[in-house]
């Protein structure tokens, strides 16, 4: 079956830009997450949905992330007014429960110049 | 506070040997282990998973060892092959708290 797609696989900005992020997550799954991967480092937790509401948004760097998630389906990571360190790959993960394992997408490599 | 540790950062394998990756918990409440796999470019795949109530989970040449006493669980992979060259995280969670190890880059050599 269909896997979390997420679209642009990649995105070269400049600073100072608006960017977009979508995820698709896999069908009927509720849970859905975005995490932040920087080159060579680990998973940073950005946000989590559970269907449309987001129960927990503490992993959000700043106030120019935000997140939304319609119809219980697609979310939309939004950066306002990029900076250069928010050069990463944006993933989006999605997940039948909380409690269980979670299916990763390709990711989104951001750049921003 | 790291949740999860995970070691080594690195390691390098010859192929045909068995690769281990530990991690270590603090959290007794944690009820879900899962280990992913990731290549570059690519994201995270879950690759094997266990919870507490079983001490071994095998799947393939991959192998989880969960020791509960000592908050403990490790990736064995036995016969180790050039393709299995990638990162590797360890996870632990419990109803919505998920946290990640820091990942081992994992070199298998011809």
């Known amino acids: 079956g269909a896997g979390v797609s997420q679209s642009p696989s990649n995105k070269v900005t400049e600073k100072g830009k608006d960017v977009e992020l979508r995820c698709d997550p896999i069908s009927g799954h509720t849970a859905l997450y975005w995490y932040r991967q920087s080159l060579g480092q680990g998973l940073e937790f950005l946000i989590y949905?559970?269907?449309?509401?987001?129960?927990?948004k503490s992993g959000l760097p700043s106030d120019r992330f935000s997140a939304e998630r319609t119809g219980g389906s697609v979310s939309t990571l939004t950066i306002q007014r990029t900076q250069q360190e928010d050069s990463a790959v944006y993933l989006c993960a999605s997940s039948s429960a909380p409690r269980g394992g979670r299916y990763f997408g390709p990711g989104t490599r951001l750049t921003v110049t | 506070q790291q949740q999860v540790k995970q070691s080594p950062q690195s390691l390098i394998v010859q192929k045909g040997g068995i690769s281990i990756i530990n991690c270590a918990y603090e959290n007794t409440a944690f009820d879900y282990f899962p280990w992913y796999q990731q290549f570059p470019g690519k994201g995270p795949a879950l690759l094997i998973a266990?919870?507490?109530?079983?001490s071994e989970k095998k799947e393939g040449r991959f192998t989880i060892s969960f020791n509960k006493s000592a908050k403990q669980f490790s990736l064995h992979i036995m016969d180790s092959q050039p393709g299995d060259s990638a990162t590797y995280f360890c996870a632990a969670s419990s109803g919505n708290q998920f946290y990640f190890g820091t990942g081992t880059s994992l070199t298998v050599i011809p």
């Open positions: 266990i919870r507490p109530d079983v």
């Open positions: 949905f559970q269907g449309n509401s987001a129960p927990d």
